[in-house]
């Protein structure tokens, strides 16, 4: 599975943006995909997460309500909406997939759990 994620930009506070991670490959394998970002000097941290088939979509905390992950099986594409963006949403985001079938929840939150990651796309976000 190859995983490219673009869609990232400058933007200012309060501002939009939506990201895209095109899947190609056996995209059989996969059961879901998430999204990750990682700022300069931290650790990649958990954003959203999304079933393949169904679509059922977890968050983290800090985006919950601002940010919408969503998919088009069709085009084995995963989509991150972000609205209300902040200067604390300014890290490069990455999207990956993994092969679990599990139900989602803890799980996902964490890196060493997905099996294929993307190039990542910067998102900056100016105050």
């Known amino acids: 599975v190859q995983l490219q994620a673009f869609g990232g930009g400058l933007v200012p506070a309060g501002g939009s943006l939506k990201l895209s991670c095109a899947a190609s490959?056996?995209?059989?394998?996969?059961?879901?995909m998430g999204w990750f970002r990682q700022a300069p000097g931290k650790e990649r941290e958990f954003v959203a997460a999304?079933?393949?088939?169904?679509?059922?979509?977890y968050y983290e905390d800090s985006v919950r309500g601002r940010f919408t992950v969503s998919r088009d099986n069709a085009k084995s594409t995963m989509y991150l909406q972000m609205n209300s963006l902040k200067p604390e949403d300014t890290a490069v985001y990455y999207c990956?997939?993994?092969?679990?079938?599990?139900?989602?929840?803890?799980?996902?939150?964490?890196?060493?759990?997905?099996?294929?990651w993307g190039q990542g796309t910067q998102v900056t976000v100016s105050s």
């Open positions: 999304i079933t393949w088939g169904s679509g059922i979509t």
């Open positions: 990956a997939a993994r092969s679990s079938t599990a139900r989602l929840g803890v799980s996902d939150r964490a890196p060493e759990e997905y099996n294929y």
């Open positions: 490959g056996r995209t059989f394998s996969i059961y879901r």
